[in-house]
């Protein structure tokens, strides 16, 4: 069986003008989370994505994230969902415990609702390191995500219904 018998599934950067995308920014952190949120709105731009497909929603922090996420997610209008925030490392574990249970609560935003939940919670050791993923030295994370929600949108779109 050679790949051009198999049917293949793929999605691109393009949306449909009726695709939808919400963003669920934590207000903690504020000085990152409205860059990475500025990366993820540039990225929806350049890719034909208007401004009334786009849905904000802010939270306290990132613990929040999750629940209205699942919110949107199960409110039908929303093709994909993106939780941004900033995690950064303290002096206690209180770290680990925030930035994990944003991880796992968007995946299982996802997995219950079948609406794909992306994850642009950074989860970051200081503040500089921060700053390279919100538009320094590596990019911004936002942008990024903001990418792979619209390729998720358009890979849904072509799969058979569940």
Not at 9 to 26: I, P, Q, Y
Not at 34 to 44: N, V
Not at 108 to 122: D, E, K, Y
Request: net charge negative.
């Amino acid at each position: 069986m050679s790949r051009t018998e198999v049917k293949i599934f793929e999605g691109n950067l393009t949306a449909n003008s009726t695709a939808r995308f919400a963003v669920v920014v934590s207000r903690f952190n504020h000085f990152i989370t409205e860059r990475l949120l500025d990366g993820a709105l540039d990225a929806f731009r350049r890719h034909g994505i208007s401004e009334d497909q786009v849905t904000v929603a802010w939270v306290p922090g990132a613990w929040e994230i999750p629940v209205v996420a699942k919110r949107l997610a199960g409110s039908g209008q929303f093709t994909a969902i993106i939780g941004v925030g900033a995690v950064i490392r303290g002096s206690t574990d209180h770290y680990e415990h925030v930035a994990g249970e944003a991880a796992k609560g968007l995946a299982q935003v996802a997995t219950s609702t079948g609406v794909p939940a992306l994850n642009a919670v950074l989860a970051t050791d200081n503040l500089e390191q921060a700053i390279e993923r919100a538009g320094s030295k590596q990019g911004n994370k936002g942008f990024e995500v903001a990418c792979a929600a619209i390729e998720m949108a358009n890979l849904m779109e072509q799969l058979p219904p569940a």
